[in-house]
C-alpha cells in the first residue's frame, strides 16, 4: 500500500513541469514502472484522480508502460524473460541473472495543452 | 497539445534525502543496515541477540519502524541501547524523511553500527532507500521456502539474507537446499546466512560479518 505515496510524488513532478511549460492542463502522463516494482496500476490512478482535483493535472489520464523483467547470464551473456522467479540461465544452467529491465520507475513524459 | 519529456524518478525526492541520510552517517562513521521481513520473521529477536554478541566490540543503536507501539523500541532500550522508535501511522514502510527525523535524536558521534528495522513487510519496504549502506532481509523457516517464488524483489535486491528459526528445521517441511538455489538464483553476489536465535547457532558467523562491515571508534 505505499501507492498513496508513489501518487504524491507523481503529482508533485507532473506539476512542476506543467508549469515550467505554461501548460492550461495535463491530458495524460506517461510512467515507466518495471515488473519488479510492485505497484497496482488502478490503486494509483485512484489516487491520482482524488489528489489532483482542483490542480493542472485534473482528470489526467496515468498511461502505465510496464516493461517485463529481462535477465542477462553473466557467463555465458544468454539474455531471457524469466517465467517465474527460477532464474536459471535456460542456455548454460548458471545462476548468474542479472536484471537488465524490470526495475524502472520514473514518469516519462506528460501530455499538455 | 504537446508532449513534454519529463524522465523523473518518481521516488527522486526520497532517494535524495536518503542521500543526505547516508552522508551524515559516514560523517559520523556509522553503518546503516536496513532490516527487512515478514511481521514475526524475527528481526526485533536477531537484532537483540547481536547487540549481545557484540557488546564491548561495537557501539549499537536501532531505529524502530511499526505501524503502532513502542513495544520494539522499549526491548532495545531495555538492554541499554539507544533506540527511537518511528510509529508509521498505517504507512507499510519507512522512507528517508522519517530517518532523518529518528537521527536527529541519536549519539550519532557515540555509535558504530545503526540497525533501522524497517516495518514488518516483503514488498515496500524495498522501494524506499533510507540511507542505509547495508540491506538485509530474514526469511523465517516457518514461513516456509516458496517465499522467493512469492516476492523476488526482496530477495533480489538485498546484499545479505539471513533464515531465521532454524531450530524449527525438524518439525517444518523447508527445504533448505532448494531455497538457498533460488535465492542465489534470484542473486548471485547475497551473502547467506542461517541462524537460530534460541540455540545461537549460525550467530558466529553473522556477527563476524557484521564486525568486518563496522569500524569501531
Known sequence: MHELAVTENILKIVQRHAEQAQAKRVLSIRLVIGELSSIVDDCVQFYFDYLSQNTIAAGAKLLFERPRVELRCEACGHTWQPADADWTCP??????????????????SIEVE | MSQIPVVERILGANEDLAAQNRRLLEAHGVHGINI?????????????????????????????????????????????????QINTGGNCHLDAV?????????????????????????????????????????????????????????FAAVDALVVTKTDLLPWVPFNLAEFRRLVRGLNPDIRLFEVSCVSGAGLDEWVQWLMELTARK
Open chain 1, 91 to 108: 542456455q548454460c544452467h548458471e545462476l548468474k541473472a542479472r536484471v537488465v529491465k524490470g526495475r524502472e520507475f520514473y514518469v516519462e
Open chain 2, 36 to 84: 527487512m521481513a515478514a511481521p514475526g520473521g524475527g528481526k526485533t529477536t536477531l537484532i537483540l541477540r547481536t547487540i549481545q554478541a557484540l557488546q564491548g566490540r561495537r557501539k549499537i543503536a536501532v531505529i524502530e519502524g511499526d505501524i503502532a507501539s513502542t513495544i520494539d523500541a522499549d526491548k532495545v532500550r531495555a538492554v541499554g541501547v539507544p533506540a527511537v
Open chain 2, 98 to 154: 522519517q530517518v532523518q527525523k529518528a537521527l536527529a535524536e541519536l549519539p550519532l558521534e557515540d555509535v558504530d553500527l545503526l540497525f533501522i528495522e524497517n516495518v514488518g513487510n516483503l514488498i515496500c519496504p524495498v522501494a524506499f532507500d533510507l540511507g542505509e549502506h547495508t540491506r538485509v532481509a530474514l526469511t523465517s523457516i516457518p514461513e516456509g521456502d516458496d517465499k522467493p517464488h512469492k516476492y523476488p524483489g526482496i
